[in-house]
């Protein structure tokens, strides 16, 4: 099983370009995520969609938009890139509240 | 806002030591999950503690979930190279009282583990 998979693995942006970092799971989870994670600050969650169609805010969407047409992709848009945007970005999945997948993460610069 | 605290932030041990990494918090969890990220790769799931004051070993690995449920614990035994890592704690977030949580989690800042050789 592929599990979550995540792309690209690298990426370096200029301050105010976009991009769309794509997450797809195979193993039909309803809830997806995706989470930032920066040093000593543990990973905070973004965006979440409870199925395909339903999204919602977590604790730092300024800056970001999701979108859930299909159970298996949950990509993730930045519009107007800022330095305050470099992270490593991760994604993951659950079928249930207790267990969540993650994928490999997405390693994002902003000059 | 429910917040996990953890320490210590940084741990670097020898090979064959025992070492404890804490998860404190102000308020109740109904559970707590304990994660290992390796660098390069997304955090696994060790285990999730549920019961207050429940111990789950995980071969040399022992999780202690505290009797209030607002602490957890991680304990290693005979530390190895292959331990080191990224720890992580993670809980359930409510946005109200009686609400689901829809599995979103609140992380710890974690702990960076590296044991020498």
């Known amino acids: 099983n592929a599990g979550v998979t995540q792309t690209p693995k690298f990426r370096i942006l200029k301050i105010g370009q976009s991009m769309t970092l794509q997450c797809t799971q195979d193993?039909?989870?309803?809830?997806m995520y995706w989470y930032r994670q920066d040093p000593g600050m543990g990973l905070k969650l973004i965006y979440y969609?409870?199925?395909?169609?339903?999204?919602d805010k977590g604790e730092v969407p300024n800056g970001y938009n999701v979108s859930r047409s299909t159970t298996e992709d949950f990509p993730l848009r930045l519009e107007l890139a800022a330095p305050s945007q470099t992270s490593v970005y991760f994604c993951?999945?659950?079928?249930?509240?207790?267990?969540?997948?993650f994928g490999a993460g997405t390693r994002l610069s902003v000059l | 806002t429910q917040l996990l605290e953890q320490s210590p932030q940084f741990l670097s041990i020898q090979e064959g030591e025992n070492l404890t990494v804490y998860c404190n918090s102000s308020?109740?969890?109904?559970?707590l999950q304990w994660y290992r990220q390796e660098p390069g790769e997304g955090p696994v799931l060790l285990v999730t503690?549920?019961?207050?004051?429940e111990v789950k070993k995980l071969k040399r690995l022992t999780f202690q979930f505290g009797d209030a449920r607002k602490d957890s614990s991680l304990h290693i035994t005979a530390a190895q190279p292959g331990d080191t890592g990224l720890y992580l704690c993670?809980?359930?977030?409510?946005?109200?009282?009686?609400?689901?949580?829809?599995?979103?989690?609140?992380f710890g800042q974690g702990t960076i583990l590296t044991v020498h050789p």
């Open positions: 993951a999945s659950s079928y249930s509240e207790n267990i969540q997948y």
């Open positions: 503690v549920v019961t207050g004051g």
């Open positions: 308020s109740v969890f109904s559970s």
């Open positions: 193993m039909n989870h309803n809830y």
């Open positions: 993670a809980g359930p977030r409510y946005l109200n009282a009686g609400g689901t949580s829809y599995g979103k989690l609140t």
């Open positions: 969609s409870v199925g395909a169609g339903i999204t």
